[in-house]
């Protein structure tokens, strides 16, 4: 007989409301060990006896059999001789003065779950808030750790007998699930309506569902309440309820997220390749961009002139049951057959017949640029006027958290869906857009280790950043910092994850603009706790992103570009077109677009026409009056706009290339006015050839003295010049679009070129909200790629605007720490 050992285990990560313990449970039982597991704020405790092979094959499957949410980031192993164990027990979780844990972001319904919502055997049969360890509801819903039921907003709803029997089983998938509930004691739902000012509850349970159903069905608008806030839905086929859903929400054409019953109704209506079917049917649920098809019936006021659609899957069971059949009360009207299952990883999808319902519209649930409701009396309030209906529940929200938004690479090579390797690829070929529901707060990983820092990030698409060893928490998204309501977000956002993951900052890092509310925030917050401050320019924080992302130390600069569309640079114009040198304490800009002017500054953004003239006034084009900008503006407005030019009245310079992007869908007859950032270039990219090869060339001054003097301008006048004869000459938009497009990818590619001949760096990082565009950074890569570059893109953050405060954390950390 083996002589026994003993072991204690310390392990930090994913460990906790992920059924981390029962698997601990599981092996110890299997292995015919003693001792226990316990959670503490600060990750996993386990002590061991049992003999020293049975440790070692313990050790081996643990680290190699984890739950679906588990994640090991440390793992501490000590040997000692037996501590006399006679059972193996999981104790309850122990608080640890200054101790923190990263906690597991909401996951979608599993496919345990999916099955017993549906059964009418089961006894939470069609219940709503079904869950298990391994699915439902975690950061929208913890208060505070460690992650116990007392710490969520599950507190008011005490266990069942049955369910609290589950609970305590450590082998029960349910044990421990701290929002395990049932009919019987769980939260429940109803729809409201408006009657003349007071809300009535008309329906419960099944018969809210089956109302909304008809509601929706009926081209009704309907505020559901969801996991990180209320959501409005309609018909996504009808075009009069979206139309009447836009003129309520006061989003003109900004395109609406669709929600879609099942992986071949989204095949239905769009393309889509095997790296966007792993996505949409992961655990995290995003919207995917996805290529619409021809002969789809999604109504056409759902994405105003573009030519992809935003798609989600189902993630809650409240969303199943919105898909289920009125009738499927009725046994013989709801068959689970094997070909309703998909044997992807994580995914489940249910037989198309299974459903009755159109595609959904699923847009957030407030007026255009406000935070989402979260809480019962503020939709009320809020969405009164927005909504034909609430279907509610009284399960609260702690924190709000918006969908997340991602797309793919064409260009990038998928493998297939088999083997072990499959969650690796998923992983790599996500494309963030907006990173919130299913993947914050799960904390990225920092390539050094830091001090307790806040980072505050910009004014759009605001995220901040807390940082703590060599954990990044990234938060989720919180919005444009532009109104009282947004900053209110902010900041019980900032001051939940410092509780949550014990953070006091030691230093502050913010956007280099004095007027952003962030910028703000950050300012008055040190000088009231005498912290240091760190003014980090935006263009740097966004390069400093992407070489964090992927590990890189700072040892060695990169050639950082960085397109955006506004940044405040240093000296005092805004940047936007740049070709930096950057490590992390430092940067120098190389080459940059040639300045033009914005006259109106924000008045100019709004109306692509006045930066179209603006731009030809630089560059001494005349104002044609074929063009369609100068068409759009009358004789008054193109005088006034002439004045304003000629006397540098409120016409601040910019060298941004979304700027660039907006002058030219303009010259291209695109468009003249804009009501959502970026839409111009959006609908420009949309419209493009991708099987033209022309280019539109830009002129880059040849360096004439060395990387000391002053940062060399890109001039743009040789392609507007070739964009307008087209565009007077007849040539398609398409083509026009294409040959725009074509023409900046060579750009950067000249560019780095020259940079690398007199720097030797041949490291390049491509950041800001430029590169969404799909074509023009499948373009570039294939450029910088073939001259033997080696390129860095986003993949764990967005390259937009919300992953900046990532970067402005690894730059005052940098800083702080005096390395480069």
Not at 14 to 30: D, E, H, M, T, W
Not at 246 to 273: S, W
Not at 638 to 654: D, F, H, I, S
């Amino acid at each position: 007989m083996s002589e026994l050992s003993g072991a204690s285990l310390h392990i930090t990560g994913i460990v906790q409301g992920v059924g981390f313990r029962p698997f601990v449970y599981s092996l110890a039982k299997r292995y015919t060990l003693t001792g226990w597991v316990r959670n503490t704020s600060a990750g996993v405790d386990i002590e061991l006896d049992g003999t020293k092979p049975a440790l070692d094959d313990f050790l081996f499957a643990l680290k190699n059999e984890l739950p679906p949410l588990a994640r090991i980031d440390d793992l501490q192993a000590t040997g000692h001789g037996p501590n006399g164990f006679t059972t193996f027990e999981i104790l309850h979780s122990e608080a640890v003065a200054g101790a923190f844990q990263p906690i597991s972001p909401d996951v979608s319904l599993c496919p345990d779950c999916l099955r017993e919502l549906f059964d009418l055997k089961d006894r939470r049969y069609r219940y709503p808030f079904i869950n298990c360890t391994n699915c439902g509801p975690r950061f929208t819903i913890i208060t505070d750790i460690p992650y116990d039921r007392p710490n969520t907003t599950m507190a008011p709803f005490a266990m069942c007998p049955n369910c609290a029997a589950e609970y305590q089983n450590p082998l029960d998938r349910r044990f421990h699930a701290q929002p395990v509930a049932c009919p019987v004691c769980g939260p429940g739902i109803w729809l409201e309506r408006l009657n003349v000012q007071t809300f009535e509850r008309s329906n419960v349970e099944n018969d809210a569902i089956f109302e909304a159903q008809r509601l929706l069905a009926q081209g009704k608008i309907v505020a559901i309440k969801g996991l990180g806030g209320f959501h409005l839905a309609c018909d996504a086929t009808n075009s009069q309820a979206v139309t009447e859903l836009r003129n309520r929400k006061l989003r003109v054409d900004k395109p609406f997220a669709l929600m879609m019953p099942d992986l071949e109704t989204v095949e239905k209506h769009c393309f889509v390749n095997d790296a966007e079917r792993v996505l949409l049917e992961s655990r995290q649920r995003p919207i995917v961009l996805l290529y619409r098809r021809p002969e789809s019936n999604i109504a056409a006021e759902v994405a105003p002139r573009q030519d992809t659609l935003g798609v989600m899957l189902p993630y809650t069971p409240l969303h199943y049951l919105l898909f289920a059949p009125t009738n499927e009360l009725h046994p013989s009207s709801f068959i689970f057959h094997p070909s309703s299952f998909t044997l992807h990883p994580s995914s489940f999808t249910l037989h198309p017949s299974s459903f009755i319902l159109h595609p959904l519209v699923m847009t957030s649930g407030n007026l255009s640029e406000e935070p989402i409701a979260t809480d019962n009396d503020e939709a009320r309030q809020r969405l009164a006027s927005l909504a034909d209906a609430f279907l509610m529940h009284n399960r609260d929200i702690r924190t709000r958290c918006d969908d997340s938004v991602v797309r793919t690479l064409e260009s990038w090579h998928v493998d297939t869906f088999e083997g072990s390797n499959v969650l690796t690829f998923k992983r790599a070929n996500v494309y963030f857009l907006r990173r919130s529901r299913g993947y914050a707060p799960d904390p990225l990983q920092l390539p050094f280790d830091a001090p307790p820092l806040l980072a505050t990030g910009a004014e759009l698409k605001n995220t901040f950043c807390l940082t703590r060893e060599r954990y990044a928490f990234l938060s989720h998204h919180i919005g444009d910092m532009q109104n009282y309501e947004t900053l209110r977000s902010f900041e019980d956002g900032v001051a939940h994850f410092e509780r949550l993951f014990r953070i006091q900052p030691e230093a502050i890092a913010h956007d280099l603009h004095p007027d952003y509310l962030s910028t703000r925030y950050a300012l008055q917050r040190a000088e009231l706790e005498n912290l240091p401050t760190f003014a980090v320019q935006h263009h740097h924080a966004h390069v400093a992103a992407c070489m964090a992302e992927h590990g890189l130390r700072g040892e060695s600069p990169v050639i950082g570009v960085a397109f955006d569309g506004t940044g405040y640079g240093e000296d005092g114009a805004i940047w936007g077109g740049e070709f930096l040198i950057a490590d992390y304490a430092s940067y120098q800009r190389l080459y940059h677009l040639a300045y033009f002017p914005l006259p109106g500054g924000d008045a100019a953004i709004r109306r692509p026409a006045r930066t179209a003239l603006a731009l030809l006034w630089q560059l001494g084009l005349d104002w044609d009056e074929r063009l369609a900008p100068v068409i759009d503006l009358c004789d008054e407005e193109r005088m006034a706009l002439r004045v304003q030019l000629e006397r540098g009245l409120n016409a601040p310079l910019t060298s941004s290339m979304g700027r660039l992007f907006d002058a030219a869908a303009a010259l291209a007859s695109v468009r003249q006015k804009v009501n959502y950032e970026a839409q111009a270039a959006i609908e420009f990219e949309a419209l493009a050839d991708e099987r033209e090869t022309g280019e539109y060339p830009f002129a880059v001054n040849r360096p004439e003295a060395s990387l000391r003097a002053l940062s060399r301008a890109v001039q743009p006048r040789p392609a507007i010049e070739a964009l307008i004869a087209d565009a007077l000459g007849g040539t398609p938009v398409a083509v026009i679009s294409a040959r725009f497009h074509n023409g900046l990818a060579e750009m950067v590619r000249e560019v780095c070129c020259r940079i690398r001949s007199e720097s030797n760096i041949n490291v390049i990082a491509l950041s800001g909200g430029v590169w969404q565009n799909q074509l023009l950074l499948a373009r570039t890569l294939a450029r910088l790629q073939e001259e033997g570059f080696q390129v860095y893109i986003h993949r764990q953050a967005p390259p937009n605007d919300g992953g900046l405060a990532f970067g402005q954390a690894a730059v005052a950390i940098a800083k702080m720490q005096g390395t480069a």
